[in-house]
């Protein structure tokens, strides 16, 4: 099955710093969503980008569907930014997704 | 608006008993549903889909089982809960492959003792 590999596996950064969190995927997909999960476990949908670039806000989203990887953008980080950021990809055409092991962020104030 | 409730938040069972855990959908008709387990704060895996009433598919042999006895309600169950069910569990839907708006619930936390 495909299989969706994320870098960094963790990445502390000061308030304010800017940082790229990268999502690489084994096969040819149709899309690709990014998550953003709080510390208290809650699942938040950041981006529904099957390629191109989108942006909300300080956070924006690249794919390259050609090149099978796809980029977060998170700009003048905040800590309310910290948490498990994870890219999924869809497996067949019943709408289930397979995850990355996702990006641990900690922003320090 | 659609919105999805998960409950209960936490759960503290021993071992050996029952699990019943239930998933609900408000504001849409016909949604996708999914159960995912995760374990260590890293990396969902699937366990459960299912794309209409009686269709429910598993992704992994386990000790676990999931009905839909309605259209949007979705229940993870279990008859004797094993030490290694232990982990985060995530209720999902969404209106199918190929379009945004993948919802999470805000998941329960399972401890078995």
């Known amino acids: 099955g495909i299989q969706v590999e994320q870098s960094p596996p963790d990445l502390i950064l000061q308030e304010g710093a800017n940082s790229t969190l990268r999502c690489n995927f084994s096969?040819?997909?149709?899309?690709l969503q990014w998550f953003h999960q709080n510390p208290w476990g809650q699942l938040i949908n950041l981006f529904y980008?099957?390629?191109g670039t989108k942006q909300n806000g300080r956070l924006s989203a690249t794919t390259v569907a050609t090149e099978r990887y796809s980029l977060l953008y998170i700009s003048s980080s905040q800590t309310t930014d910290s948490g498990v950021y994870f890219c999924?990809?869809?497996?067949?055409?019943?709408?289930?997704?397979?995850f990355g092991q996702g990006t641990t962020l900690q922003v320090k104030p | 608006s659609q919105t999805i409730h998960q409950w209960p938040a936490t759960l503290v069972q021993p071992v050996g008993s029952p699990l019943s855990l239930e998933c609900t959908v408000e504001g849409t008709s016909n949604p996708n549903l999914y159960w995912y387990r995760q374990a260590a704060g890293r990396g969902l895996q699937l366990l459960f889909y299912s794309i209409g009433i009686d269709q429910i598919s598993s992704e992994v042999p386990q000790n676990l089982s999931a009905s839909r006895p309605q259209d949007r309600q979705f229940i993870l169950s279990s008859k004797k809960l094993l030490l290694s069910d232990s982990g985060f569990y995530l209720c999902?839907?969404?209106w199918g492959t190929g379009v945004p708006g993948y919802t999470f619930g805000s998941g329960t936390r399972l401890t078995v003792v």
């Open positions: 096969d040819s997909v149709n899309n």
């Open positions: 999902a839907w969404t």
């Open positions: 999924a990809v869809p497996s067949g055409n019943t709408g289930k997704l397979i």
């Open positions: 980008i099957p390629s």
